[in-house]
């Protein structure tokens, strides 16, 4: 089936310092790609929606020049927290659109940031 | 009011109980996804339903579209089993997520 990696699985980084994470589509491409974030004891939270070869889309109080989102190829989408702050500590996951109808959605496995 | 209600928040079972995770929902979906969380954060998608029920394993899922809602049922339940399950439900390209089910079983 469809398989999204996704890397650093964690990572801890110094406040001030920039951290790139990969969403990276093996066997499809993705021409989708979601971004989310996840605080402790809450639900997943849509950032940003991006589109191979276009700006990506944020939500409604999420800092686009704070999180960096970049989907240049149809298989790579990366999020690059800018500046990172110990509030920005959390888990990323990736999603991506891997065709139409039921089974078209996979998830990468997460990347938890800790920003000290 | 959450788009997306699971029940019950957090679970503890004894190894082999049956357990039912009940997921109700307010919004039209295209699909509702079962999702498991390890305590890691990892996410697995372990079902993608639009109606009926599903059935993977141990793992049981059903879904009733007029009601809204849909459960996760695991048989025989393991101490591996223990992690977080998310109810999502998917609304065009939208997702929207509950805040999860934290199920621990106990040997």
């Known amino acids: 089936g469809a398989v999204v990696s996704q890397h650093p699985s964690r990572v801890i980084c110094k406040s001030g310092t920039s951290v790139k994470i990969e969403c990276r589509s093996l066997d499809f491409q993705a021409t989708t790609m979601f971004w989310y974030r996840q605080f402790p004891k809450q639900s997943l939270m849509l950032m940003a929606t991006?589109?191979?070869?276009?700006?990506?889309?944020?939500e409604q109080g999420v800092e686009k020049d704070k999180f960096l989102i970049n989907h240049a190829s149809l298989t790579l989408s990366t999020l690059t927290v800018t500046s990172a702050h110990p509030e920005d500590s959390s888990f990323y996951i990736c999603?991506?659109?891997?065709?139409?109808?039921?089974?078209?959605?996979?998830f990468g496995s997460g990347t938890r940031l800790t920003v000290v | 009011k959450n788009e997306v209600e699971q029940s019950p928040q957090n679970l503890t079972a004894q190894e082999g109980e049956f357990i039912t995770i009940n997921c109700s929902y307010s919004?039209?979906?295209?699909?509702l996804h079962w999702l498991q969380q390890h305590p890691g954060g990892g996410i697995v998608s372990l079902f993608m339903l639009s109606s009926g029920k599903k059935k993977h394993g141990r793992l049981i899922a059903t879904i009733n579209i007029q009601e809204k809602h849909s459960s996760l049922h695991i048989t025989a339940s393991h101490p591996r089993d223990s992690a977080v399950y998310i109810c999502?439900?998917?609304?065009?390209?939208?997702?929207?997520f509950g805040t999860g089910t934290s199920l621990t079983v106990i040997p």
């Open positions: 999603s991506a659109r891997t065709g139409t109808g039921i089974d078209g959605y996979t």
């Open positions: 919004v039209g979906i295209s699909a």
């Open positions: 999502a439900v998917r609304r065009s390209n939208q997702f929207y």
């Open positions: 991006s589109n191979e070869g276009s700006k990506a889309t944020y």
